[in-house]
């Protein structure tokens, strides 16, 4: 049963500090999109990658959120500081380029930062 | 620039009714339309989606119906059971790019038996 994975479910952590979120995709996919959910913004993409290589990450605050793909079987996405408004659950999802349009989220990561 | 608007917000249905939520989007060259449920917890799943290139949809008791003139796409429920209570979200590629997706505020569905 292919899925997406994430790491760690539920973060909480302390203003200032470094988070960081991994992701597995499903095996065979080749693009990966990183997506925020907030009860005021509703589902927003952040970045994604294919083949590794960043496409677009016009959705992503650039001075503390960083997201990178150092193999074909893990992305992260780091925030660092991280602050109170980055409380969110940020979801993966990932896709097969050139094959079809679906997209495959997985379960989330429940970041709360106090 | 790109946006999606889904109505209504909340719906309440009896078990067995029907349910309709629609979705409104302003990127003419958007070309995939996707339909997604969130239980309580969980990560978005794809339930069923459509193609510009086609106007209407069905799998079991869902079907999908896309109007590209008018911009608007329509998620119908048949007979609907409370394991169909959760939030459902439209989304539209935003300007003809695979992948990138621009998301509906969702809709709350409730079905109580």
């Known amino acids: 049963d292919a899925r997406v994975t994430q790491t760690p479910r539920h973060k909480v952590t302390e203003m200032g500090q470094e988070v960081t979120m991994r992701c597995q995709p499903i095996?065979?996919?080749?693009?990966v999109f990183w997506y925020r959910q907030t009860m005021m913004q509703g589902l927003e993409l952040l970045a994604y990658?294919?083949?590794?290589?960043?496409?677009?990450d016009s959705g992503m605050p650039k001075d503390r959120f960083s997201a990178e793909m150092p193999d074909a079987t893990l992305a992260t996405l780091k925030i660092q500081p991280s602050e109170p408004r980055d409380s969110a659950v940020y979801f993966c999802a990932s896709g097969l380029y050139g094959t079809d349009y679906e997209q495959y989220f997985g379960p989330g990561t429940r970041l709360t930062v106090t | 620039g790109e946006n999606v608007e889904q109505h209504p917000s909340t719906l309440s249905v009896q078990e067995g009714d029907s349910a309709v939520i629609k979705c409104t989007y302003s990127?003419?060259?958007?070309?995939?339309f996707p339909w997604y449920k969130q239980e309580l917890g969980k990560g978005p799943q794809l339930i069923i989606d459509?193609?510009?290139?086609?106007g209407e949809k069905k799998d079991q008791r869902i079907a999908v119906t896309l109007n590209k003139t008018a911009k608007h796409f329509s998620l119908h429920i048949t007979e609907t059971q409370p394991e169909d209570s959760a939030v459902y979200f439209c989304a539209a590629t935003m300007g003809g790019s695979w992948g990138k997706l621009q998301f509906g505020a969702g809709t709350q569905v409730v079905v109580t038996p």
């Open positions: 990127d003419s060259a958007s070309n995939y």
């Open positions: 459509i193609r510009s290139n086609v």
């Open positions: 990658f294919r083949n590794r290589a960043p496409l677009d």
């Open positions: 095996l065979g996919h080749n693009t």
